[in-house]
Nanobody
Framework: QVQLVESGGGLVQAGGSLRLSCAASGRTFSSVAMGWFRQAPGAEREFVAGMSRVTWSGGSTNYADSVKGRFTVSRDNANNTVYLQMNSLKPEDTAVYYC??????????????????WGQGTQVTVSS
């Protein structure tokens, strides 16, 4: 059984930083594509960042335009945990953040319906 557990959310002032964690059990992050998504009240769930599965040539990351240069996704294979480092946070980054995995894809698709397993989410609130 696959389980994803996010942590690290909280309240931060604009310009501040947070690091989200997503710990997995039942699947190894390096063998699947994964994504970070967020959903603000009244809005659709949107792609934030993702990592491809690891291949012989390495792996890749991709980001939504709105977070490029501010957010960084990384993976700790030893602990089977993925991180989302969020810097220079803005009030518009306020949302519930979710991690998800997509065993059927090598890269990290931006559409939520490509992902099969989701965590429960962690709230990020950025005050102005």
């Amino acid at each position: 059984q696959v389980q994803l557990v996010e942590s690290g959310g909280g309240l931060v002032q604009a310009g501040g930083s947070l690091r989200l964690s997503c710990a997995a059990s039942g699947r190894t992050f390096s063998s699947v594509a994964m994504g970070w998504f967020r959903q603000a009240p009244g809005a659709e769930r949107e792609f934030v960042a993702g990592m491809s599965r690891v291949t012989w040539s390495g792996g890749s990351t991709n980001y939504a335009d709105s977070v490029k240069g501010r957010f960084t996704v990384s993976r700790d294979n030893a602990n089977n945990t993925v991180y989302l480092q969020m810097n220079s946070l803005k009030p518009e980054d306020t949302a519930v953040y979710y991690c998800a995995i997509s065993p059927g894809y090598g890269s990290s698709p931006s559409r939520p319906n490509a992902y099969d397993y989701w965590g429960q989410g962690t709230q990020v609130t950025v005050s102005s």
